[in-house]
């Protein structure tokens, strides 16, 4: 079946750089997507989301870039901190053939150094 | 704010016993998904259910079943329990009339077999 999949397993970054990570989808029919931070025994936790219709979006110190062209979705944590070392997920829904759930893909592991 | 209440938090079981995970969605929430998310693997959806009925199916091995009560509280069983079913198994909800709304996960039951 489709997936959404992670270019890099891994990315340790210096406290105060930006962070980018990235995923691949393959659902053309996909039009929600949301990154999810998950932090080691705990159930994972909504950062930010993005409809298909927009390809960009802003929270507070992060955003997520949607582009469609290539089916890629990125996340940009500005200003890193210790406190944002995770596993990131993305996850997509579409009107395909599910009744909503999510299907994620291969987390990428944050870690920060102080 | 009430969030997804999941228990037990932890469950060890031996091998071919039963084991029940019980969900408990946000208030108003009327769709309830199951996930099992193995070590360093991303979360699998296993089933969802709107309306006490379910609504979509995923990898649940046919060992496994599910069901929603009339409070919307959902329940899994899994029987004949193998090694590798050890696992963290998530719930998560969300109202069905919101599409572009996150799931809200629990924190989990880890089970381990042995």
């Known amino acids: 079946g489709e997936s959404v999949g992670l270019h890099l397993p891994t990315l340790s970054v210096q406290e105060g750089d930006n962070s980018i990570i990235n995923c691949a989808y393959s659902n053309s029919a996909s039009d929600y997507f949301i990154w999810y931070k998950q932090e080691s025994g705990k159930g994972p936790q909504f950062i930010i989301d993005?409809?298909?219709?927009?390809d960009k979006r802003q929270g507070q110190r992060v955003t997520v870039l949607l582009n469609k062209t290539v089916k890629h979705l990125s996340l940009q944590i500005a200003a890193t901190q210790p406190g944002d070392s995770a596993v990131y997920f993305c996850?997509?829904?579409?009107?395909?053939?599910?009744?909503?759930?999510?299907?994620f893909g291969k987390g990428t592991k944050l870690s920060v150094k102080p | 704010a009430a969030g997804v209440i999941q228990s037990p938090r932890h469950l060890i079981k031996e091998k071919r016993e039963t084991a029940t995970l019980k969900c408990y969605p946000i208030?108003?929430?009327?769709?309830v998904y199951w996930y099992q998310q193995g070590p360093g693997q991303d979360p699998q959806f296993l089933i969802s259910?709107?309306?006490?009925?379910?609504?979509d199916k995923g990898s649940i091995p046919d060992r496994f079943s599910a069901q929603q009560f009339s409070d919307y509280h959902s329940e899994l069983n899994m029987s004949s329990l193998e090694l590798g079913d050890s696992a963290l198994y998530f719930c998560a909800s969300r109202p069905w009339t919101s599409w572009y709304t996150e799931a809200f996960f629990g924190q989990g039951t880890r089970l381990t077999v042995v």
């Open positions: 993005i409809r298909s219709n927009m």
């Open positions: 208030p108003r929430h009327d769709t």
């Open positions: 259910f709107y309306e006490k009925m379910q609504s």
């Open positions: 996850a997509e829904r579409n009107y395909g053939g599910s009744q909503g759930n999510l299907i």
